[in-house]
């Protein structure tokens, strides 16, 4: 007992007068939060100015918030339920101290200290479990109506943990299924859904958006319909609680609506991840997507050498486009529900210069399959067939329901003459 109010009086001194207020303060509850996401062109890394109007990256499989923090800051004790959440996902190969044990050098005093993980250096670091300010508008769907802030728990991190980070940004912001994960958190404070909308922007198209609290979400122009309550599909989310990704389940892949033949009979596992730039495939299905692909291309005049990392290249010149990008076969992920999410040429072929498009699909390596992907705890969780990444998702709304356990998406905006980057961040007059 008396260790136990020891550690509390420790912990409260570490709190200063400043933040202790502030962590009763602001938040004004029922709306849904939206935020701004800019693409970084030189990592393509997706982030979004939450933490004091500084960047950070935003990413689907992280289970924690994460930045730098002042020398000065408050810390969580030990015990604190917070600190077990912090602990409920550890990073490949990190050992499990900070939580519930004191201080090594000092056995009066019992900080947590969480793990925090760079998924893009591959690189745990350890540092205090602290609160931090997180800002955003409050939204009605269709533009940003005041800011809020709260107070979010949050994991310190050395200044060294921010390499392979866009320039700028101070952190990341776990988006995961777990408790410290900025979708639970602004949950908890808003008193909204456990619900995100998710809707990166291309290169070169502006900001994207998210709103965190579910919809509705109205991209202009003006007078069309909520983007959330008009979805193309929605399958089940799947996965377990040790490993806080998102994840859904395919019964197979066609190219130009011929079923790609597979090795593995059942179902395909699929993860979402905002940490790699374009889609992997495990090698038994990347082979014959690929091939698939190229048959169906046929006639096309290839380039080669194709531009690395990618294997099938075209003289875009040649390839015709559409409003859905270039005209090429269609893929398609047949997903459990019965839905389709169909892959146009605006996801699938990535200009790479003024006359050459590569087949955005890549072959899965084998060091990435250790947790690379964010599927956390590498031994708990299999090996997906399909890792969806970054340009796939882009001028796509996706949105996260961890109510209902489903993924919704949009399919390709342009095919309704609309963007990921047509939010109206104008205040509400
Ligand atoms: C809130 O919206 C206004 C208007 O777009 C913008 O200037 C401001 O940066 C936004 N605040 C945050 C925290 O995103
Ligand atoms: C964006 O929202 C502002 C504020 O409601 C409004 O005045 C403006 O007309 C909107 N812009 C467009 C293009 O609809």
């Known amino acids: 007992m008396a260790q136990l109010l020891l550690a509390v009086v420790s912990s409260l001194s570490l709190l200063s007068p400043r933040t202790a207020a502030a962590a009763t303060s602001t938040a004004s509850g029922g ?46 004790e030990c015990h604190h339920a917070a600190c077990a959440h912090a602990h409920a996902h550890h990073p490949p190969g990190c050992p499990r101290t900070g939580h519930g044990v004191p201080d090594e050098d000092d056995p009066f005093r019992c900080r947590c200290r969480a793990h925090p993980y760079n998924p893009f250096a591959r690189r745990a670091g350890s540092g205090d479990l602290t609160r931090a300010r997180v800002t955003a508008n409050a939204t009605d769907g269709a533009n940003p109506l005041a800011e809020v802030s709260f107070t979010a728990v949050a994991a310190c991190a050395p200044r060294t943990l921010l390499a392979g980070l866009p320039a700028g940004s101070v952190g990341v912001a776990g988006l995961a299924r777990s408790k410290l ?14 619900r995100f909308a998710l809707c990166l922007p291309g290169a070169g198209n502006g ?22 309550a008009s979805l193309a599909g929605t399958t089940p989310l799947r996965g377990n609680a040790r490993v806080p990704g998102y994840f859904i389940s395919a019964k197979g892949i066609a190219v130009n609506q011929a079923q790609v033949q ?29 091939r698939a692909f190229d048959l169906a291309m046929a006639g096309r005049k290839r380039e080669t050498p194709p531009t690395p990392p990618f294997e099938l290249c075209y003289d875009s010149r040649e390839l015709g486009s559409t409003r859905l990008g270039y005209a090429v076969p269609q893929v398609d992920l047949m997903l459990e529900s019965g839905a389709t999410w169909t892959v146009f040429g605006g996801n699938s072929m990535v200009q790479v210069s003024d006359d ?11 060091e990435k399959q250790e947790g690379g992907h964010g599927y956390g705890d590498a031994a708990a969780a299999p090996v997906p067939a399909v890792v969806i990444g970054g340009f796939q998702m882009e001028n796509n709304l996706l949105v996260f329901d961890q109510e209902k356990g489903q993924l919704g998406f949009s399919g390709l905006l342009f095919g309704r003459q609309t963007t990921c980057s047509n939010f109206n961040f104008t205040l509400a007059d």
Do not use: N
């Open 31 to 76: 709306k849904p939060l939206v935020t701004a996401i800019t693409r970084d062109a030189a990592t393509k890394l997706y982030t979004a100015p939450l933490k004091d109007a500084l960047p950070l990256v935003l990413d689907l499989s992280g289970p924690l918030l994460w930045s730098t923090c002042a020398a000065a800051h408050p810390s969580y």
């Open 181 to 194: 994960a900025l979708p639970a958190q602004v949950a908890s404070k808003q008193k909204v859904a456990r």
């Open 207 to 228: 900001l994207g958006v998210a709103i965190f609290g579910g919809g509705p979400l109205f991209l202009l122009p003006p007078g069309r319909p909520d983007v959330t």
């Open 356 to 366: 050459t498009a590569c087949f955005a699909f890549l072959e899965m390596k084998e």
């Open 262 to 290: 597979v090795p593995q009979l059942g179902p395909l596992a699929v993860a979402l991840c905002s940490r790699i730039p374009y889609t992997v495939l495990r090698p038994d299905v990347y082979v014959p997507f690929i």
